[in-house]
């Protein structure tokens, strides 16, 4: 062991140099020159005073020769990393540094020896020595520093070991060269197997790793702050999360060690995720929630529209309504008037000869015509109207209309039919959908002043294919398009309301697409407009399909109209023009004609007369309407024929018996005699659009 706390020993020059006067010479000469020296006795006193510290020594080569050299050269070798003693060793006179002895071989490969021949000049001596002092110096200040460092590096770790964290230190090129106490236990691993970078292997969670060495490499490399957060394993296999932060020591620009510490973040990375997942629930809740005020916004939207929609359709509904109610509630007087009135005009015309007023009569009896045609698109568009649905091939009925469409609408319009095969057919009015197909023809036709195309379709519509604001099921499609100047939204919206019309005063009465889409509505269909200005309408009217096939359509027979001799007829009906058309027609044809103005009277008339052949009565009076003077009638007289005359609408209200005829007002006298002559046959039926059977209402308990 080296001492060298004592700064006068450190400088200190030892000589050895037993044979003559030698020694004393060499120590005069270095105290000449201000340099302390110890003269030694022998090898062994000079091995001791260089364990209590010297500068260097001075030895001769004869106080080497013979002697036993390898202590000293044990005592060389065994110096600590910062020392290398100078020897200077004086050669025997006449001896060269080639020719050495054993002894100064064995110093010479052990040590710093320094060799200078005799004589040696006093300079020459001195320089020597002072060289040799010189670089013991620098290797004190070595020791000092390496001294200096180790009680810093203690008192480093004293306090890295006092330290929460986790502590280490990496060398230079960032090979872990410390472990805190801290460390070692918290992993469970020894010191020596976590050095280096085994480390990174040994307590690093894998899925760190990676990411944890480019960023330890990238700080090496680019001598910059470590600062990374990972996950460490315990002792019990328990991964914990981390903040290691590392900061490069430099000397003189020089990174000469780094130290670092490990920092427990796992509370705040968990209070972290806890915090995420909470943001992200509470985005997933603003979304969700975001999500469901949009649907119930949406519905709301909806609804609204619905609801608009809904009342659109209710008051459309309602207006209907109101003009059916006011339609119905005229019908039967307005009917009594064109009876009272076609009635009359035809009897005149039977009666005049002369050509002038009868064509006048006849003029006349047109526009009573007109006028009930004008009550019948009344009662359909208000769906008042009785309809007789039956199975009906639309491909026919086109195919038969067609010569009565090109008499309509004239020559200037091209009719276009596009039939499909394999029609199904249609569960409808025959006499109703002529009318239909007639008045879309007649609004094509206006729609096209100048001429153009009129182009008639039919097609079959499966459930899915049918408007969604229709009833579910299969349809039958008949559309008429034109190429005329089409209408705004605002018309087509309005386009069947009752008597809206964009024709001039006089030209039209707004009823004909009213009178379609409540024939259409009516039916158990619906009806489509689709139509832009300047390029045209298409109008399609969905009709249910029929489950059974349509049935051909007879040929009108000529029906006789003979009279039953003897018979005799009770009319009971409350409009006195209205009886005495019908008293006088048919008494006019031979029938015995009795007549009352209410049920009462007629019942009287039957108790003083006698029993009848038929009762014809009007559906409607005062005190006791038609249905229930038949009923009482029939108590008096069983098997009494019975017929209704009516200008309701809603026969079926009244609920007439079974096989009862009923005819519906206006009428021509004809009709009556042809639908008397039924009556008294008992026919159930007799074909035509305003003479109907009629089946009772099934009465409920």
Known sequence: MIRTADPVLRLRVLILAPVGRDAALAKAVLDGAGIGSLVCGDLDELQQRLAEGAGASVLTEEALIGRDVWRLAEWINEQPSWSDFPFILLLEPGGTPE?????RDVLQAAGNLTLLERPVGTATLVSAVRAALRARGRQYEVHDAIEALTASERRYRTLAEALPQLVWTSKPDGQRGYFSRQWVEYTGIPEEDQLGLAWLEKVVHPDDRERTRKRWVEAVQGKNEYDAELRIRRADNEYRWFKARGTPVRDNGRTVKWFGTCTDITDIVEARETLRRGREELERLVTDRTRSLAAANDRLTAEIAERQRT?????QAQKLEAVGQLTSGVAHDFNNLLTAILGNLEMMERRLKSEEPLRRLQAARLAAERGARLTHQLLAFSRKQRLAPTPLDLNRLVSEASDMLFRTIGATVRIETVLTDGLWPALVDPTQIELVLLNLAINARDAMPEGGRLTIRTANVVRSGAPPDLTPGDYVLISVSDTGQGMSEEVRRRSVEPFFTTKEPGKGSGLGLSMVHGVATQSGGGLQIDSRLGCGTTVSVYLPRA?????????????SAAVHDRATILVVDDDPEVREVAVSSLADL???????????LALQLLAQNGPVDLLLVDMAMPGMNGVELIRRARECQGGLKAMLVTGYADVAAFAPAEGDLVLQKPYRLERLAETVAEALRRKPRLPGSNVVAMKPTPRTA
Do not use: F, I
Request: net charge positive; aromatic share 2%.
């Open 547 to 559: 489950r059974r096939p349509s049935a051909p359509r007879p040929e009108r027979e000529a029906r």
């Open 311 to 315: 009342e659109a359709a209710l008051l």
């Open 590 to 600: 031979g029938y015995r004609m009795l007549a009352a103005e209410n049920g009462p």
């Open 99 to 103: 020719a050495g002895t054993p002894e």
